[in-house]
C-alpha cells in the first residue's frame, strides 16, 4: 500500500541556517511527489513537485527536494531559513492507480527561531 | 488567475444543526476535491468530483455528509446533524484532468474553518 512518512512532526532551525524536512514513502508504481506548504490560517500552496523528470526539483522560496529511488525519500531543503518560512509543511504521493488521489504525510512543523 | 473561492470562512454552529460550504473551482478546473483537515493532521479527502459526476465518495461519512456539483462548476458541501467531531477546516481543491494522462497539481483555497459547540 502506497504510504508517506514524515520523520519529524517539528523542526526548529535558527534564522539563516540550512533546512532540512524528511519525507519518506511508499509506492508500487514509480510515484509522483509533492511538498505543500501551509502558514497559519492560510490555505495549502504548492512548493515543489516530482514527476519524473530531473530528480533534483526546484521550488519557490529557494525551497528545493530530491528524489532518490534507492532510498524512497524525498526530503524538502533550503540553504538559508528565513522568519517567513515558519509554518507546515506536507509531504504528498500522488497514485497514477487511484485516479491521481493524494497521499498524505502527518505534516512538520517549521520552527524559525531569531 | 482567480483562485479557488470558499465561503464562508469561519462557521461557529450548536451540533445537530446543519451547515453548508461552498466552493468555486479555479475557472476551466474538471476536477474538484473536498478536504477535511482536524487540527494536527494532513487534510483527509471526502469527495472528488469529474465535471458533475462523483469519483470517490469512499470516505464520506454519507448517513450526515452530503456533497453536490450540480452543473460541473462550484459545489456545496452540507453537514447534518454537526456533530463535535465534524470541528475542523473543510479545503476545496481544483484540478485540470488528472484522467489526462498525468497528475495534476491540485489548487487549494483558503478553507473554511468549522467549529461545532
Known amino acids: 500500500a502506497q504510504s508517506v512518512t514524515q520523520l519529524d512532526s517539528h523542526v526548529s532551525v535558527s534564522e539563516g541556517t540550512p533546512v532540512l524536512l524528511r519525507c519518506n514513502y511508499s509506492?508500487?508504481?514509480?510515484?509522483?511527489l509533492f511538498w505543500y506548504v501551509q502558514h497559519p490560517n492560510k490555505g495549502l500552496q504548492l512548493l515543489l513537485k516530482?514527476?519524473?523528470?530531473a530528480t533534483l526539483v526546484k521550488g519557490i522560496n529557494g525551497f528545493e527536494a530530491e528524489f532518490k529511488k534507492s532510498e524512497t525519500s524525498f526530503h524538502l531543503t533550503k540553504p538559508s531559513a528565513h522568519m517567513s518560512d515558519a509554518a507546515e509543511y506536507f509531504c504528498v504521493v500522488s497514485l497514477m492507480d487511484s485516479n491521481y488521489q493524494l497521499i498524505w504525510g502527518a505534516g512538520t512543523k517549521l520552527i524559525i527561531k531569531p | 488567475e482567480a483562485g479557488v473561492a470558499q465561503s464562508p470562512r469561519y462557521k461557529i454552529i450548536e451540533k445537530r444543526q446543519s451547515v453548508a460550504f461552498w466552493c468555486n473551482p479555479i475557472s476551466g478546473h474538471a476536477t474538484l476535491y473536498w478536504y477535511q483537515q482536524i487540527l494536527g493532521q494532513g487534510p483527509k479527502l471526502l469527495i472528488q468530483?469529474?465535471?458533475?459526476?462523483?469519483?470517490?465518495d469512499s470516505q464520506l461519512p454519507k448517513d450526515r455528509f452530503s456533497a453536490e456539483r450540480l452543473k460541473g462548476v462550484d459545489s456545496t458541501l452540507k453537514i447534518q446533524p454537526a456533530k463535535l467531531e465534524d470541528s475542523a477546516v473543510y479545503l476545496c481543491?481544483?484540478?485540470?484532468?488528472?484522467?489526462?494522462?498525468?497528475?495534476?497539481?491540485?489548487?487549494f483555497g483558503p478553507g473554511t474553518r468549522l467549529t461545532v459547540l
Open positions: 481543491a481544483s484540478s485540470l484532468d488528472p484522467l489526462a494522462g498525468s497528475p495534476d497539481t491540485q489548487y
Open positions: 516530482y514527476t519524473s523528470a
Open positions: 468530483f469529474q465535471n458533475n459526476g462523483v469519483v470517490d
Open positions: 509506492s508500487s508504481y514509480s510515484p509522483s
